[in-house]
């Protein structure tokens, strides 16, 4: 009896825990290892112990110029407990997201990915996905939480509702 109570409590907390996820939250962060630029290399390993935001966009999406801008604000507000790295996809050349960097004054840095990193991260089970799209990794490597922009996400993509997601994982 002892052990069957112990499942049902361990049952009924996982329950609890689900509706605050992400319909692709809840499993080991996918491995990588992808350029920022000819000489560097970024891999989800090497910042272990820190939150982690991957964030998938493009050059050419205007809610991923606002979302470059409040992921450059969480990294000055939360310094080195967490780390950004956003990921862009074909068709965006190095000039593009260089001129993208100028621009818009990033300092985090701007993956290349040619599609499997994506793919591996948003298990598309349509041939669209939406952009941006932001994982909410904890200091273990687990996918804490994920968001796709939408009506029901401006506050993550528009406001300050990633720096509350930050501070939940934070508290952990």
Do not use: W
Request: proline share 6%; with cysteine; net charge neutral.
């Amino acid at each position: 009896m002892y052990i069957s109570m112990r499942f049902l409590c361990f049952l009924l907390l996982s329950v609890a825990c689900l509706p605050g996820a992400g319909e692709l939250s809840g499993r080991r962060a996918p491995g990588f290892s992808l350029p920022e630029s000819p000489s560097k290399q970024h891999d989800p390993q090497d910042y272990r112990g820190k939150i982690l935001i991957v964030d998938f966009m493009q050059v050419t999406c205007e809610h991923c110029v606002a979302f470059s801008a409040i992921l450059e604000q969480a990294k000055a507000k939360y310094g080195d407990k967490i780390a950004i790295l956003s990921i862009v996809n074909p068709p965006s050349d190095a000039k593009g997201v260089a001129d993208y960097i100028a621009q818009h004054k990033i300092k985090t840095p701007i993956l290349f990915d040619c599609g499997q990193v994506a793919y591996s991260y948003l298990k598309p089970t349509s041939p669209t996905i939406t952009i941006p799209h932001v994982f909410l990794i904890d200091a273990a490597g687990m996918i804490r939480n994920d968001f796709s922009f939408g009506n029901d996400t401006l506050e993550i993509f528009q406001g300050k509702g990633l720096f509350a997601e930050i501070d939940k994982l934070l508290r952990k």
